[in-house]
């Protein structure tokens, strides 16, 4: 019996599956960056000027590009970075940080602040294309460009790892800024590129993303998605971008089971109001105000009408129910209900970093 075992927040659960049950197990690609790569594109910046280190999310990837600019500036007898986060993820970036080193809070009103350098890995993204860091500013600062790059959107449906005109929008706002990133492309082993320079530039590595990550698997009847990694699914509104990657290669009428906490519960404005009944569902196709995570409701709506989808989490049921989701109480639990509802013959595939693969 195949024994895989899946991301579940800050640990791995393991899915027991009979060998004639399992269709294919599918992970991200690509060949890992050697520190002394990494290190050797690291001194390439000057780290002599004052660098405020802007952490919009927390990876290993992420701590990995930080430890090695700590060590390359302690090995030049250079000042470190000034690390900044947001107060949700302040501990978690520190518990990845050399000891003695200090996290401060992020001010929202930094942006025009020259020496920031903001740090992100790159994903998919069902809005915008790609998950990158303009389309994290332009989610995090501006509201009412949200609002144009939704409605620029392709389509009721998502379209992850395609070149979209919210995408576009994403980048026409980080060039109002003078800012640097540091942009990474990874997979569940480590680092397989990195890119230095303003927002709207880093954005190419999109290409690296793509050579690795697309996987032609055909349509599937059932699917398991792990997100790969806790970062991508400690909200509701995170985890399902690594459904929507996956939503091409699912049948009509097939199912579609998401592993994921969500300790930090829902993850977006939308599905909170929507959850408590004060979310208009006709306000999603034109709507007068962008209200944060509001394309994750309709493509949710509109992938329903496709596919069925199940949910391991920690949310209470009631939130899964309200939004027409299949609750299982575990891993174990979902492979169950698989072999129940669609025979003791089904083949599974399962996605083991679903927020890095774009399979189709």
């Excluded at 919210?166 to 109002?176: G, I, P, T, V």
């Excluded at 995570?293 to 989808?309: C, P, Y």
Aim: contains cysteine; proline residues 4%.
């Amino acid at each position: 019996m195949p024994e895989i075992w899946l991301n579940y927040g800050i640990t791995d659960v393991v899915l027991d599956i009979r060998a004639e049950n399992l269709e294919q197990k599918i992970d991200s690609d690509g060949t890992i960056l050697e520190d002394s790569a990494i290190n050797e594109k690291l001194n390439s910046i000057d780290l002599s000027r004052p660098m405020d280190l802007a952490v919009l999310h927390n990876s290993k990837s992420i701590q990995k590009i930080i430890s090695s600019l700590f060590t390359i500036c302690e090995q030049k007898s250079l000042p470190f970075p000034n690390v900044l986060a947001e107060r949700k993820i302040m501990n978690q970036v520190k518990a990845g940080m050399p000891e003695g080193s200090s996290v401060n809070e992020f001010d929202n009103n930094e942006l025009s602040n020259s020496n920031l350098v903001f740090i992100g890995e790159m994903e998919f993204n069902g809005l915008f294309g790609y998950e990158t860091i303009s389309t994290r500013l332009i989610k995090k600062f501006g509201q009412e460009d949200m609002l144009s790059a939704y409605a620029k959107r392709k389509g009721n449906f998502p379209s992850p790892g395609q070149p979209t005109e919210s995408l576009d929008e994403a980048k026409k706002f980080s060039n109002n800024f003078e800012i640097q990133g540091i942009e990474i492309v990874a997979n569940s082993k480590g680092i397989v590129d990195f890119s230095v320079g303003h927002p709207s530039e880093t954005i190419s590595l999109t290409k690296t993303l793509e050579s690795f990550a697309i996987q032609d698997i055909g349509k599937q009847k059932s699917m398991i998605i792990s997100t790969g990694k806790d970062s991508s699914n400690d909200t509701l509104s995170h985890s399902l971008s690594s459904l929507w990657n996956c939503s091409n290669a699912i049948q009509n009428g097939g199912l579609a089971i998401l592993v994921a906490e969500c300790k930090g519960g829902l993850g977006s404005n939308a599905l909170q109001q929507y959850i408590e009944d004060r979310f208009p569902m006709e306000k999603l196709q034109n709507p007068t105000k962008y209200i944060d995570g509001m394309e994750d409701l309709l493509f949710l709506t509109e992938v329903q009408k496709n596919f069925q989808i199940g949910l391991v989490s920690i949310l209470p049921e009631f939130y899964a129910k309200k939004l027409n989701l299949i609750t299982l109480s575990g891993i174990k639990d979902s492979m169950d209900y698989i072999l129940k509802t669609q025979g003791a013959r089904q083949k599974v595939s399962v996605i083991s970093d679903g927020a890095r693969v774009l399979p189709r």
